[in-house]
């Protein structure tokens, strides 16, 4: 049957792959505390608080590893209504100290997939206002992905099933969608790092674009700012090679 697990205002969750575990932001009755985040399982079903942030810091984004069996979450400082640091930070699910994987002055968290972590929870990735990177959630540096060279607005990253390749969409100005505006090239990168390779074979741009299943091909759809009806659909391996 049904079950209140908490009451208040601004909830937030996320649930385990397997089913057992909720997670949820909770900021109690006084709206000006920050969130915190608790757990309930199948097998306990009273809330346990899982983070202790001060006041200022708030963890308002989460994410639960493949395995259900650590959180990592994206706590904001904020100053003056403005958010002027961001952490990222791992807890185990079964509580205790969190532990700072990065800490991004002026961090903007990459918004435009489904979540922040590789779909095999190793990996948190990020952005800042000039660049793009990927870190362990185990613990060690980040990793920058892009390049200072490629300029560009980041507007929506895609990595591959299996966890090994990032692509960044750059978004020049003006919109592609215009017919004066620029191209949308592609930049596919292994998520431990090295040298972006450039996907825009036909000098057109590209307008959306995915990984097969096998992570082993990118499709993408290139476009016509004067006439949509021209796109095309191309295959391409993730070396650069084999376009069709």
Excluded: C
């Excluded at 099933?161 to 969608?177: E, K």
């Excluded at 292994?190 to 057109?204: H, Y």
């Amino acid at each position: 049957g049904y079950q209140e697990i908490i009451t208040g205002i601004d909830v937030f969750y996320e649930v385990s792959n397997d089913g057992r575990t909720f997670v949820f932001a909770h900021t109690g009755t006084d709206p000006d505390a920050p969130y915190q985040l608790f757990v309930v399982t199948t097998e306990h079903r009273h809330p346990i608080q899982l983070t202790f942030e001060p006041r200022g810091v708030n963890p308002q984004i989460f994410q639960l590893t493949p395995d259900g069996e650590t959180l990592v979450y994206v706590a904001y400082r904020r100053a003056s209504n403005v958010d002027t640091l961001m952490y990222i930070r791992r807890i185990p699910i079964t509580g205790g100290p969190s532990t700072t994987i990065a800490e991004v002055p002026d961090g903007l968290l990459q918004a435009d997939f489904e979540g922040f972590l590789s779909p095999d929870g190793q990996y948190a990735l990020y952005s800042t206002n000039s660049a793009f990177f990927s870190v362990p959630v185990a613990g060690g540096a980040p990793i920058r992905l892009d390049a200072p060279e490629i300029l560009g607005t980041r507007d929506r990253v895609e990595v591959s099933p299996d966890s090994r390749w990032v692509v960044l969409a750059l978004y020049p100005h003006p919109s592609p969608f215009q017919p004066t505006g620029g191209r949308l090239p592609l930049y596919i990168v292994p998520i431990t790092g090295g040298t972006p390779l450039k996907i825009d074979p036909t000098e057109r741009g590209v307008l959306t674009y995915q990984f097969t299943p096998d992570s082993q091909t990118l499709v993408f759809e290139t476009y016509n700012p004067t006439d949509f009806n021209q796109n095309r659909l191309y295959g391409i391996h993730v070396d650069g090679t084999g376009l069709t």
